[in-house]
T-cell receptor, first 111, second 113 residues
Framework: QKEVEQDPGPLSVPEGAIVSLNCTYSNSAFQYFMWYRQYSRKGPELLMYTYSSGNKEDGRFTAQVDKSSKYISLFIRDSQPSDSATYLCAMITGANSKLTFGKGITLSVRP | DSGVTQTPKHLITATGQRVTLRCSPRSGDLSVYWYQQSLDQGLQFLIQYYNGEERAKGNILERFSAQQFPDLHSELNLSSLELGDSALYFC????????????FGQGTRLTVV
């Protein structure tokens, strides 16, 4: 079993839809949880990070962490065509700085 | 623009050869991380340097090595290249020891033929 599993894609939604992206993990030592966005031919860009269970909101984006279920989500409200990209979840333990990524899901927002 | 500069952007080389990828971190960032991204494995952490010292190692092959210089730029050396080494190689940097706010460069696309 991989340490981090991410829902397979691709995902296509109409503009304005609410998007839910999910990851599960198996390593209880993960303490920090991140979401990256990667446009085609670009490097990943950090969207959000959190270290506690619960919700964290930033504009149209909400990151949710449920440590008891080992489950994290990223919600995108009022999705825009500019949100079309690959989204990667990532997690880190406090101990050794190793960042572990999910394989990513490609999102397409149709105008 | 993340402020992390990677050169070259593209590299095509033959099996058995050696290449060097270069990374200039954001101004003031002391940590540099190297990652490999391939279609089948996704984004894999290779190695981290902090202020010139190796800090953490991930899935880095023995044929690969890295270093961080006094001016904080870093190089990733890949030797005895195999077809399976074809991938995107990313460098990221952060101000501190942890990954929590690492900024990625645009990557070097390596093609081994």
């Amino acid at each position: 079993q991989k340490e981090v599993e991410q829902d397979p894609g691709p995902l296509s939604v109409p503009e304005g839809a609410i998007v839910s992206l999910n990851c599960t993990y198996s390593n209880s030592a993960f303490q920090y949880f991140m979401w990256y966005r990667q446009y085609s031919r670009k490097g990943p860009e950090l969207l959000m990070y959190t270290y506690s269970s619960g919700n964290k909101e930033d504009g149209r984006f909400t990151a949710q962490v449920d440590k008891s279920s080992k489950y994290i989500s990223l919600f995108i409200r009022d999705s825009q065509p500019s949100d079309s990209a690959t989204y990667l979840c990532a997690m880190i333990t406090g101990a050794n700085s190793k960042l572990t990524f999910g394989k990513g899901i490609t999102l397409s927002v149709r105008p | 623009d993340s402020g992390v500069t990677q050169t070259p952007k593209h590299l095509i080389t033959a099996t058995g050869q050696r290449v060097t990828l270069r990374c200039s971190p954001r101004s003031g960032d002391l940590s540099v991380y190297w990652y490999q991204q391939s279609l089948d494995q996704g984004l894999q952490f290779l190695i981290q340097y902090y202020n010139g010292e190796e800090r953490a190692k991930g899935n880095i092959l023995e044929r690969f090595s890295a270093q961080q210089f006094p001016d904080l730029h870093s190089e990733l050396n890949l030797s005895s290249l195999e077809l399976g080494d074809s991938a995107l190689y990313f460098c990221a940097s952060s101000a501190h020891r942890g990954h929590t706010e690492a900024f990625f460069g645009q990557g070097t696309r390596l093609t081994v033929v």
